[in-house]
């Protein structure tokens, strides 16, 4: 039978083309969100952070959108490359009296055909 | 060259034995903390250290201890009592754990498997 959690989102995408990867967000005290990128075998990554503050922010070929209205962040890549392939995480802080703790979502894998 | 050091790459565990995974950090981060990810999930935290001397248990700390007597090192003993250690345990550091505003940096990770 299946089990939970293995049945990760997955987004297939040709080289060249943009890729966009969503997270939805269950916590409305969260104020601060990172983007991670893991390749198999390895640790995170970081990519690109966001305040609540903001509704957009822009790094190298990446972009990254928050709506709060709806709690959905979403991670766009311009030109997707072969090197892009791995599971993207998304991140909250939901502030409180753990500043530092990070809460991480299931992750979507993204697969770039050559 | 700074960054997060995990060793061993990989571990096996007997029944019963205790076994301590090591992370060091040389990036002067006063934040550390460990992470647990199973197949197919997110990372889910087991402890944290926003200082040396002090630490806090996270959402999974059963079967688990750390200790932080420097603060370039925070290891982590999976003890006999963690039912379950099969899993890929990932170390993380930052600046400081006392601000919203805070980029965990990753290890390499570590792959417990039991024998």
């Known amino acids: 039978g299946e089990s939970v959690g293995l049945h990760l989102p997955t987004l297939s995408v040709q080289e060249g083309d943009n890729s966009i990867i969503n997270c939805a967000y269950s916590?409305?005290?969260?104020?601060?969100f990172i983007w991670y990128k893991q390749e198999s075998g390895k640790g995170p990554q970081f990519i690109i952070d966001i305040r609540s503050n903001m509704d957009k922010r822009q790094g190298q070929r990446v972009t990254v959108l928050l709506n709060k209205t709806v709690k959905h962040l979403s991670l766009q890549i311009a030109a997707t490359q072969p090197g892009d392939s791995a599971v993207y995480f998304c991140?909250?802080?939901?502030?409180?009296?753990?500043?530092?703790?990070?809460?991480f979502g299931q992750g979507t894998i993204l697969t770039v055909h050559p | 060259d700074g960054g997060i050091t995990q060793s061993p790459k990989y571990l096996f565990r007997k029944e019963g034995q205790n076994v301590t995974l090591s992370c060091e950090q040389n990036?002067?981060?006063?934040?550390m903390y460990w992470y647990r990810q199973d197949p197919g999930q997110g990372l889910r935290l087991i402890y944290y250290s926003q200082i040396v001397n002090d630490f806090q248990k996270g959402d999974i700390a059963e079967g688990y201890s750390v200790s932080r007597e420097k603060k370039e090192s925070f290891p982590l003993t999976v003890t006999s009592a963690q039912k379950n250690p099969t899993a890929f345990y990932l170390c993380?550091?930052?600046?400081?754990?006392?601000?919203?505003?805070?980029?965990?940096?990753f290890g390499a990770g570590t792959r417990l498997s039991v024998l």
């Open positions: 916590n409305s005290a969260s104020d601060y």
């Open positions: 993380a550091s930052s600046v400081t754990g006392k601000y919203r505003e805070n980029i965990q940096y």
């Open positions: 991140a909250e802080n939901a502030g409180g009296t753990s500043y530092g703790k990070l809460t």
């Open positions: 990036l002067n981060h006063d934040a």
